[in-house]
């Protein structure tokens, strides 16, 4: 029963009610609700009418030959882009690039074109937001303005995909951005939810049918959130968020839904003057300026997806003039903090309640792995207690409530960075004689309270060499 229904769409995150309401139930959003006409979605409503024709074709899933057995992929040429797509762009496949305004996808993205481009492949920049002109100048900046991408500013979804199916069609199409896209089909605004997913799901027709692999730039919202339909997300093949602080010069690719390949790797650039330079080994990047006679600091050995990414993880703990003390965390997750405060008192001895705490992870990077743990006890233990903790040393464990410090995966990968950048020592979960295999000395950790007693030995050492800097007693002596 086909019938063209009214709906009301959440502008905001694109969830769908058969009513007006004030508040939108599933992003919370008020006043976001808009009524749209038409079919909820365009395949909705006429393929149920359509009689069934045996039209369809199956295929065994062995015995594929030739082109179909793997995914036929374009490599860019651009390493760390080639590492987040799982070796390159997978033919036919539609990935979304989300990010900050001016966190550099259009430079990104006019590299990787001109890469490919000038390995003979065909590559189409679509750019909804700049005219021609500005998107060559931004290629002379670039010092690519020889590569022969082709270059077009065209907001319809119709012209473009007759556009891009004239000849042979392109190895690679970006649509810069999503959100400037409207489409025929769709009678809503443009700029409006069911336009942004009426345009992405013809140009996800396009790719499909072509081959082509298509790249849409989705604008990213103040809290995060890629604008727009949440539903595009689920629509494309890949999901990928171009991140930096805007403070720091490196920038972060990281995959957040890959359908052909792994959401945990990461791809780590410089933007420098002419345009995004790769950095092959972020370690070095990210420990460079290393202040290490300060206490409050420690070095984590952590991993990002397949590679180990050594970073610095500083925490000053200093008293409060607050009844309420002041927890700020930059790169980790507060929840995660609280919980290593409060096992900190609750099994290492530590009082912390009347203290701020502050939490930084050096360089702007965000990590989420609970590997962490270890170091960020450390960082706080050194700074509250005034104690530097050994330079060549990295931390990685988990923290358990009980105390217990927890082995993490990847303990050799961890242990092989750090020795490569010329750590000696590695204070970790109980392993299994890894890290002497590493040529590193390993210091087995099982419980936090281990940590908070090895941390107050340094400091007994360091009181012979300088007496008089040694602060009274930090930790909780009362019995
Ligand atoms: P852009 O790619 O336009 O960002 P987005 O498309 O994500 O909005 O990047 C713009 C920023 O990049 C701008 O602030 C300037 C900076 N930039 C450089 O530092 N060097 C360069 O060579 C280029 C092209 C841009
Ligand atoms: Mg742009």
Not at 99 to 113: E, F, V
Not at 146 to 169: C, F, K, Y
Not at 234 to 251: I, L, P, T
């Amino acid at each position: 029963m086909a019938k063209s229904h009214q709906t009301f769409v959440c502008q905001s995150c694109g969830a769908v009610y058969n009513r007006w309401r004030g508040r939108c139930e599933a992003c919370n959003g008020w006043n976001t609700i808009v009524e749209e006409t038409g079919p909820a979605s365009p395949a909705a409503g006429p393929v149920a009418t359509r009689p069934s024709r045996a039209k369809g074709r199956v295929f065994p899933l062995e015995g594929l030959t030739g082109e179909a057995k793997q995914a036929p992929r374009t490599p860019s040429g651009i390493a760390e882009l080639d590492r987040v797509t799982g070796g390159g762009f997978v033919r036919g496949s539609v990935i979304l690039l989300g990010g900050d305004p001016g966190i550099g996808k259009s430079t990104l993205l006019m590299q990787a074109s001109a890469a490919l481009a000038a390995r003979g492949e065909r590559v189409a920049y679509i750019s909804g937001e700049e005219a021609v002109g500005q998107v060559r100048l931004r290629a002379e900046r670039l010092g690519l303005a020889q590569a022969p991408v082709e270059l077009a500013a065209e907001t319809n979804v119709e012209d473009i995909v007759a556009t891009l199916s004239q000849g042979r069609p392109p190895a690679l199409a970006i649509i810069d951005s999503i959100q400037t896209m409207w489409t025929e089909t769709v009678e809503s605004a443009p700029g409006t939810v069911t336009q942004v997913r009426g345009s992405a799901q013809s140009l996800i027709r396009f790719a499909k049918t072509t081959g082509t692999a298509v790249i849409l730039v989705g604008h990213v919202t103040k809290d995060g959130q890629i604008a727009g339909p949440r539903v595009v997300e689920h629509m494309v093949d890949a999901v990928a968020s171009f991140e930096g602080d805007q403070g720091h010069h490196f920038r972060i690719l990281r995959a957040v839904k890959n359908r052909f390949g792994p959401t945990d790797e990461i791809g780590v650039f410089e933007m420098t003057d002419g345009g995004l330079a790769e950095v092959p080994n972020p370690s070095a990047l990210f420990l460079a300026g290393r202040d290490l006679a300060a206490p409050g600091t420690a070095v984590f050995a952590g991993m990002e997806g397949t590679r180990p990414l050594l970073v610095e993880i500083q925490a000053l703990v200093a008293p409060s003039a607050l009844g309420m003390p002041r927890r700020a965390v930059v790169g980790w997750d507060p929840n995660r903090l609280s919980m290593v405060l409060a096992v900190l008192e609750a099994h290492g001895g530590i009082r912390l309640g009347g203290h701020d705490v502050y939490l930084n992870v050096a360089g702007g990077l965000r990590i989420s792995e609970p590997a962490a743990d270890l170091a960020v006890a450390a960082a706080l233990v050194s700074s509250l207690s005034g104690t530097p903790l050994p330079s060549d040393a990295v931390y990685f464990g988990e923290i358990g409530l009980s105390g217990a410090v927890r082995p993490v995966a990847q303990a050799p990968a961890r242990l092989k960075e750090a020795q490569k950048l010329g750590f000696a020592k590695a204070l970790m979960p109980q392993g299994r004689g890894e890290a002497a295999e590493r040529g590193l000395s390993a210091e087995a950790l099982r419980h936090i309270a281990d940590l908070v007693a090895g941390v107050a030995a340094g400091r007994a050492g360091r009181k012979g060499a300088d007496a008089k800097r040694a602060r009274l007693p930090a930790y909780d002596d009362e019995s």
